[in-house]
């Protein structure tokens, strides 16, 4: 089991519906990653929350809204979602504030546009 | 572009033997390193990490090497079992803000 937990595990889309996923972590770790996975792919970085504030936005389409309420949560909001964005979001989290750590990782949400 | 690699996409190894799984990176400037084991339905899962001011590295049945001149990372398992069938990352740490670029992955299949 993993100290990263994301809900939910699965969910399919029209691309007019707007839904959330939602990752928590309990470690105290102060930053927080949401990453995009391809089929045979490695993960590719979206957003990077230090200290509950937006630090990193890899150039993602404005259809995908993130959002840190607290330090133990990560949102990231779906809106209007195209096809290709079907994957596997996988949430992280690091204790942050520094260099040389590792992220650890939830198992993700494996997400289908219709 | 800046990129980590693997020098082989999959890897097919007997149960009981050693497995070395390779990677390549390109940014010399990168001065952390980490290796994942994701397993099928699960997310990365953390193996070992290394400094660039290390060369070796090592934890239970899983030793990292860090060649920096030649821009090499191994990862290397000793007596490999079935349950370490995955697909093994390197991810390289890129500046400050925490961004980890992954390499592309090697399929390791254990056959008993």
């Known amino acids: 089991d993993t100290e990263v937990t994301q809900t939910p595990k699965h969910l399919v889309m029209g691309m007019t519906n707007k839904k959330s996923l939602k990752c928590e972590q309990h470690m105290g770790h102060r930053a927080m990653y949401w990453y995009k996975q391809k089929a045979k792919k490695p993960p590719e970085l979206m957003f990077v929350?230090?200290?509950?504030?937006?630090?990193i936005n890899e150039s993602v389409p404005s259809r995908f809204s993130p959002e840190c309420p607290n330090s133990s949560l990560l949102n990231l909001h779906l809106h209007a979602l195209q096809p290709e964005d079907s994957a596997l979001y996988l949430c992280a989290s690091s204790q942050g504030g520094g260099l040389h750590q590792p992220q650890h990782f939830g198992d993700g949400t494996r997400l289908s546009i219709l | 572009g800046e990129s980590v690699g693997l020098h082989l996409p999959t890897l097919s190894v007997q149960e009981g033997d050693n497995s070395i799984i390779n990677c390549a990176y390109s940014n010399s400037a990168s001065d952390y390193f980490i290796w994942y084991k994701q397993e099928s339905g699960k997310g990365p899962q953390f193996i070992i990490d290394?400094?660039?001011?290390?060369d070796k590295r090592q934890g239970q049945r899983v030793t990292v090497l860090l060649n920096k001149t030649v821009k090499h990372l191994s990862l290397q398992i000793a007596a490999t079992q079935p349950g370490d069938s995955a697909v093994y990352f390197c991810a390289e740490n890129v500046g400050s803000g925490g961004k980890l670029i992954f390499g592309q992955g090697t399929e390791l299949s254990v056959k008993p």
């Open positions: 290394i400094r660039s001011n290390m």
């Open positions: 929350y230090s200290y509950e504030k937006l630090s």
